[in-house]
Protein backbone atom coordinates (compact mmCIF):
# COMPACT_ATOMS: atom_id res chain seq x y z
CA UNK A 1 0.00 0.00 0.00
CA UNK A 2 1.07 3.32 -0.29
CA UNK A 3 0.01 4.47 2.89
CA UNK A 4 0.13 8.58 2.98
CA UNK A 5 3.16 8.59 0.39
CA UNK A 6 2.35 11.13 -2.37
CA UNK A 7 1.52 9.46 -5.91
CA UNK A 8 0.80 11.14 -9.22
CA UNK A 9 -1.25 10.49 -12.45
CA UNK A 10 0.99 11.43 -15.18
CA UNK A 11 0.37 12.68 -18.60
CA UNK A 12 2.75 11.45 -21.21
CA UNK A 13 3.12 13.83 -24.50
CA UNK A 14 5.82 12.88 -27.42
CA UNK A 15 5.73 14.97 -29.58
CA UNK A 16 7.87 14.18 -33.03
CA UNK A 17 8.86 15.99 -36.31
CA UNK A 18 6.78 15.09 -39.61
CA UNK A 19 9.94 14.14 -41.46
CA UNK A 20 9.66 11.32 -39.22
CA UNK A 21 7.45 9.84 -41.56
CA UNK A 22 10.41 8.53 -43.98
CA UNK A 23 11.96 6.67 -42.02
CA UNK A 24 9.49 4.70 -40.58
CA UNK A 25 8.19 3.56 -44.29
CA UNK A 26 9.15 0.28 -43.69
CA UNK A 27 6.45 -0.25 -40.74
CA UNK A 28 3.51 1.16 -42.89
CA UNK A 29 0.47 -0.70 -42.70
CA UNK A 30 1.29 -2.91 -39.38
CA UNK A 31 -0.94 -2.72 -36.47
CA UNK A 32 -0.36 -1.14 -33.47
CA UNK A 33 0.20 -4.28 -31.55
CA UNK A 34 2.51 -5.27 -34.35
CA UNK A 35 4.32 -2.06 -33.79
CA UNK A 36 4.51 -3.01 -30.07
CA UNK A 37 6.00 -6.59 -30.20
CA UNK A 38 8.80 -4.70 -32.85
CA UNK A 39 11.85 -3.60 -31.02
CA UNK A 40 13.40 -2.74 -34.60
CA UNK A 41 10.48 -0.35 -35.11
CA UNK A 42 11.23 1.56 -31.55
CA UNK A 43 15.28 1.64 -32.93
CA UNK A 44 14.33 3.30 -35.68
CA UNK A 45 11.80 5.72 -34.28
CA UNK A 46 15.05 6.99 -31.38
CA UNK A 47 17.69 6.88 -33.69
CA UNK A 48 15.86 8.39 -36.90
CA UNK A 49 17.73 11.98 -37.25
CA UNK A 50 14.63 14.15 -36.31
CA UNK A 51 13.87 16.58 -33.57
CA UNK A 52 11.81 14.52 -30.48
CA UNK A 53 10.71 16.00 -27.87
CA UNK A 54 8.56 14.19 -24.42
CA UNK A 55 6.81 16.02 -22.17
CA UNK A 56 5.77 14.45 -18.38
CA UNK A 57 3.25 16.80 -16.82
CA UNK A 58 1.76 15.99 -13.20
CA UNK A 59 -1.91 16.17 -13.64
CA UNK A 60 -3.19 15.95 -10.05
CA UNK A 61 -0.63 14.26 -7.06
CA UNK A 62 -2.98 12.02 -4.72
CA UNK A 63 -2.20 10.61 -1.09
CA UNK A 64 -1.59 6.86 -1.45
CA UNK A 65 -4.81 6.48 0.99
CA UNK A 66 -6.78 7.88 -2.06
CA UNK A 67 -5.07 5.89 -5.02
Same mark, same amino acid.
Given at each position: ?? $? !?? &?? !??? +????????? =? #? !?????????? !? $?? &? +? /?????? /? +???? +?? #? /? $???? =? #? #??? /? =? $?????
Amino acid at each position: TL $K !GR &LC !GSL +AIGVYLDPQ =I #V !GHLQPWKGKT !G $KE &L +A /ENDDFF /E +ALIS +AP #V /E $KVLR =I #V #VIK /E =I $KGSQY
